[in-house]
Every structure is written in structure tokens, then in C-alpha cells.
């Protein structure tokens, strides 16, 4: 496993491309691997991922404390990238947002994509 690579992205406190060895000298098991692992695949454009992504964070589940601006983030990613459930899930986390909230998801959102854009 300590060759195998991921490709970490967020708040994790690893590097992107971090190996296994990387994610365990930073104490991150369990939950924390489920999360990476979303984000990895995510990562490379998995819509299953950044909607799973957005039900994390949604929900507060998995370790990571609920952040409804990053799920509003999640949601749209994976809405634009033609997940069904997405953009229904988006729409009901929205009406607990103030715009200003929604504004900042958003902007999140265009961050990810260039910076993916610019990876590939």
C-alpha cells in the first residue's frame, strides 16, 4: 500500500500525490482515508465522489464537522458533472444559506475547476 498513490486535495494537511506513508505519518485512519479517498477520486472527476463529498459535509459525517458552504460546493460539482441527486441536494442545502454563503460555495466551486483544469 505505501507505493500506491492519492491524490489528496482540500484542508488534510497532506500535499497533493501524497502515498499512504504520507496520510499515515500525518495520523489520518479511518474516517480520514474515506475522505481522501472521496477526494482523490474527486479529484480525477468522479461525480459519485464530489457528491458523496457533498453528503459529508452536508451531514457532519466521517470526522468532518458539518460545512454547508463546502457541501453547497460539492453539490454544484457534482450537479456540473451530471450527478442526478446533486443539484436536488444543492437546492435543499441552500434554503438553510444566506447569499452570502452561497456566494462563497460558489466561488469554491470555480476555484476547484480551474485548479483541476490547470492539473490535467
Request: glycine letters at 10%.
Amino acid at each position: 500500500m505505501g507505493d500506491a498513490w492519492i491524490r489528496l486535495v482540500g484542508e488534510t494537511g497532506v500535499r497533493a500525490n501524497a502515498t499512504f506513508a504520507d496520510v499515515d505519518a500525518a495520523g489520518m485512519t479511518g474516517d480520514d482515508l474515506v475522505v481522501a479517498a472521496c477526494l482523490g477520486a474527486a479529484a480525477q472527476g468522479d461525480t459519485s465522489a464530489l457528491f458523496d463529498l457533498g453528503v459529508v459535509y452536508s451531514t457532519g459525517s466521517h470526522g468532518v464537522p458539518s460545512d454547508l458552504v463546502e457541501a453547497h460546493k460539492w453539490f454544484n460539482l457534482a450537479a456540473v458533472g451530471g450527478h442526478e441527486e446533486a443539484g436536488f441536494c444543492r437546492a435543499d442545502i441552500s434554503d438553510e444559506m444566506t447569499a452570502r454563503e452561497i456566494a462563497e460555495a460558489q466561488r469554491r466551486a470555480r476555484e476547484w475547476i480551474a485548479a483541476s483544469r490547470r492539473a490535467a
